[in-house]
């Protein structure tokens, strides 16, 4: 674990961990929770480890792992009715490495990881409620997949923290990925005006870095005010009888009600 690189060996996981591992070409990682036996907890949009519901899963797709004809004893096959999974961590990695997610981290070694998805500045709760977390939502479900929304990452820092962004605020879930995804092409457009001041290109670079930097920070779980602590029996009870907005992709969600 360091700076430039989370990739850890299996010997060191514990259960409680956030793993992920990269899929080809660095499109996506997928993130999951090990809960130990040699299993990882993970999110999925119907048993598919990501997808939108449009034209992009055929890029998203094939990106991601093939997968074996023959059924692995270990892995729990998705639920009809949620996409939370339970797999070996050989079908979880699927030929890929294995990294630990990072908690606790302070602002400078965050902005120092260009990629977002890797690290976060929140701070996470004691392993084994992680676990707990993790194998309850197994049975119970996390509510309807969304890429930006709620996914793999947003449900492994939920697991961790027990953070859950609020509703009528949620136009962006916990997930670092997504941000960064977004906040690429925002950065390159908030920065074109620069071109009436400068037509200096590293002045410009540097401009559309900075903003793409403060986006990150300023939407990381750790440091948003539109938050809430959840326990897992709650979010679970009010997923059941329908307190919580869940609904089809694109526009899912997985969101707190202002009960005040």
């Known amino acids: 674990m360091g700076l430039l690189s989370n990739r850890i060996d299996r010997s060191s996981l514990k259960p409680g961990d956030h793993i992920y591992s990269w899929r080809t070409a660095y499109i996506y990682a997928h993130h999951g929770i090990y809960v130990g036996d040699d299993r990882v907890v993970h999110f999925t949009r119907r048993g598919q480890e990501v997808g939108t519901g449009t034209v992009l899963d055929l890029i998203l797709v094939s990106s991601g792992p093939s997968r074996a004809h023959t059924h692995c004893p270990t892995c729990v096959p ?3 009715g949620h996409g939370v999974v ?9 030929g890929g490495v294995l990294y630990r997610f990072e908690y606790s981290v302070n602002a400078a070694h965050f902005l120092a990881k ?10 996470s709760d004691p392993n084994e409620i992680t676990v707990h977390r993790a194998n309850h ?7 309807c997949y969304d890429v930006f929304k709620n996914n793999c990452e947003d449900f492994a820092i ?7 962004v ?48 403060a986006s990150r920070y300023a939407t990381d779980i750790g440091m948003r005010a539109d938050v809430a602590k959840v326990e897992v029996e709650d979010l679970t009870r009010r997923l059941s009888v329908g307190l919580f907005q869940v609904v089809e992709p694109p526009v899912a969600a997985v969101a707190l009600p202002n009960t005040s």
């Open 78 to 80: 998705p639920n009809e």
């Open 86 to 94: 339970s797999s070996c961590l050989k079908c979880f990695l699927a």
């Open 114 to 123: 260009a990629r977002g998805g890797t690290c976060t500045l929140a701070v």
């Open 137 to 143: 939502l197994l049975r119970n479900g996390f509510g």
């Open 158 to 164: 939920y697991c961790k923290t027990g953070l859950l």
């Open 166 to 213: 609020l509703e009528g605020r949620r136009t962006m879930g916990q997930s670092g990925q997504a941000v960064s995804i977004i906040g690429g092409p925002i950065a390159a457009v908030l920065s074109t005006p620069m071109r009436l001041v400068t037509t200096n290109i590293y002045g410009m670079a540097a401009t559309a870095v900075s903003v793409y930097c």
